[in-house]
């Protein structure tokens, strides 16, 4: 998807509703892995149940967009869409993604295959992460 389209997108979207996205991640060696998933947009880090009675500060990096606030963090000329996991309390429960894949070289590989020529894939879990634009392939429907 290009920048226009994921903008156009996001101002369709109504803050706080659960929508479903599409990402890629490269793990080197020409794997990718896809991720189908469902995610919440728009959510206030600073309002999330999980930070009551905790002081939350501003963007570690980056800021927002003017008018996309919550959603569209831009950095060093790059901009990143903002989500909340369904299961912010849970974030490792893996309750986002509803399918992943893994490609070589365009050809879909088992995540064993995947596992012996990269090893574990490194993650951490958190209830609100950012996602390149660029890594975004599918937004909504």
């Known amino acids: 998807m290009t920048n226009q389209e994921i903008l156009a997108k996001l101002a369709e979207a109504k803050k706080g509703r659960y929508i479903n996205l599409t990402?890629?991640?490269?793990?080197?060696?020409?794997?990718?892995?896809?991720?189908?998933?469902?995610?919440r947009l728009g959510v206030a880090y600073s309002n999330m149940k999980i930070n009551e009675g905790r002081q939350t500060g501003q963007l570690p990096w980056g800021h927002w967009v003017e008018g996309l606030e919550n959603l569209v963090i831009e950095h060093k000329g790059?901009?990143?869409?903002?989500?909340?996991?369904?299961?912010?309390?849970?974030?490792?429960?893996?309750?986002?993604?509803?399918a992943t894949r893994y490609l070589k070289d365009g050809v879909e590989i088992t995540k064993q295959?995947?596992?012996?020529?990269?090893?574990e894939e490194k993650s951490s879990a958190s209830?609100?992460?950012?996602?390149?634009?660029?890594?975004i392939l599918k937004l909504g429907r």
Not at 78 to 93: C, G, M, Q, V, W
Not at 113 to 119: I, N, P
Not at 127 to 135: L, S, T
């Open 78 to 98: 790059k901009f990143y869409l903002r989500i909340t996991s369904t299961d912010p309390a849970n974030p490792e429960s893996g309750a986002d993604v509803v």
């Open 23 to 39: 990402k890629v991640k490269d793990l080197g060696q020409g794997i990718v892995k896809e991720s189908d998933m469902v995610i």
């Open 113 to 119: 295959d995947v596992l012996t020529l990269v090893g």
């Open 127 to 135: 209830p609100v992460y950012n996602i390149k634009f660029e890594n």
